[in-house]
């Protein structure tokens, strides 16, 4: 019969001691904020005593090592870099949903990056980053988007500046008055008020 970790239908092998798969028992022990913290700080003191090597170096390390070695590597790699790309760009169902997700992601940027601008002014942003740069024209829209919402928030009522403020999902806060101190007796006995 053989044993299934306690989280998942996983097959658990004899030497599990917690019972669990390893996927799992990695999961629970990488939630915990204390492992966490021990492990990125082992990093940090390995990374400063030039111990850790990022995988990505090693790779970086090991191509040049090769190409050092096999002179004829590159143009390998170059050919099979060119026919690699030449396969991709062969298909055009792969051609087009590479386009198609270039184009999402960078509607997807633009929108991110022009939060701060409402949509019906991004046209007019536009014009006046081609004429005047793109920090010029930030400024002059920025201080143009002030100017109109002091103004608006200007022609507001009291009443009104504070529905919007709870609307943003400000906090009422209840001011009790202070008890006043004008008594006219006094608990001492001294008489004195």
Same mark, same amino acid.
Request: charged letters at 35%; proline letters at 5%.
């Given at each position: 019969?053989?044993? %299934?970790?306690?989280?998942?239908?996983?097959?658990?092998?004899?030497?599990?001691?917690?019972? #669990?798969? /390893?996927?799992?028992?990695? %999961?629970?022990? !990488?939630?915990? +904020?204390?492992?966490? =913290?021990?492990?990125? /700080?082992?990093?940090?003191?390995?990374?400063?005593?030039?111990?850790?090597?990022?995988?990505?170096?090693?790779?970086?390390?090991?191509?040049?090592?090769?190409?050092?070695?096999?002179?004829?590597?590159?143009?390998?790699?170059?050919?099979?870099? #060119?026919?690699?790309? =030449?396969?991709? !760009?062969?298909?055009?169902?792969?051609?087009?949903?590479?386009?198609?997700?270039?184009?999402? %992601?960078?509607? #997807?940027?633009?929108?991110?990056?022009?939060?701060?601008?409402?949509?019906?002014?991004?046209?007019?942003?536009? /014009?006046?980053?081609?004429?005047?740069?793109?920090?010029?024209?930030?400024?002059?829209?920025?201080?143009?988007?002030? /100017?109109?919402? =002091?103004?608006?928030?200007?022609?507001?009522?009291?009443?009104?500046?504070?529905?919007?403020?709870?609307?943003?999902?400000?906090?009422? %806060?209840?001011?009790? +008055?202070?008890?006043? #101190?004008?008594?006219?007796?006094?608990?001492?006995?001294?008489?004195?008020?």
């Amino acid at each position: 019969m053989t044993r %299934t970790c306690s989280d998942c239908p996983s097959p658990i092998s004899k030497g599990s001691v917690n019972g #669990r798969c /390893r996927r799992c028992a990695n %999961t629970l022990r !990488n939630r915990s +904020p204390e492992m966490r =913290a021990h492990a990125s /700080r082992q990093m940090k003191e390995a990374r400063a005593a030039g111990k850790l090597v990022v995988p990505a170096e090693v790779r970086s390390a090991a191509m040049k090592r090769h190409i050092a070695e096999n002179p004829s590597a590159i143009a390998r790699l170059v050919e099979m870099g #060119r026919k690699g790309a =030449a396969v991709i !760009n062969a298909n055009p169902e792969i051609v087009r949903r590479r386009a198609d997700k270039q184009s999402a %992601t960078m509607q #997807r940027k633009r929108r991110d990056r022009l939060a701060w601008c409402p949509e019906d002014r991004r046209d007019e942003l536009e /014009r006046l980053r081609s004429a005047l740069g793109v920090a010029e024209a930030e400024r002059i829209m920025r201080e143009d988007l002030a /100017r109109i919402e =002091a103004r608006r928030v200007a022609s507001l009522s009291y009443e009104d500046r504070i529905a919007e403020r709870l609307a943003r999902g400000a906090t009422v %806060t209840v001011r009790r +008055p202070m008890p006043s #101190r004008e008594h006219a007796f006094s608990l001492t006995g001294s008489g004195l008020a």
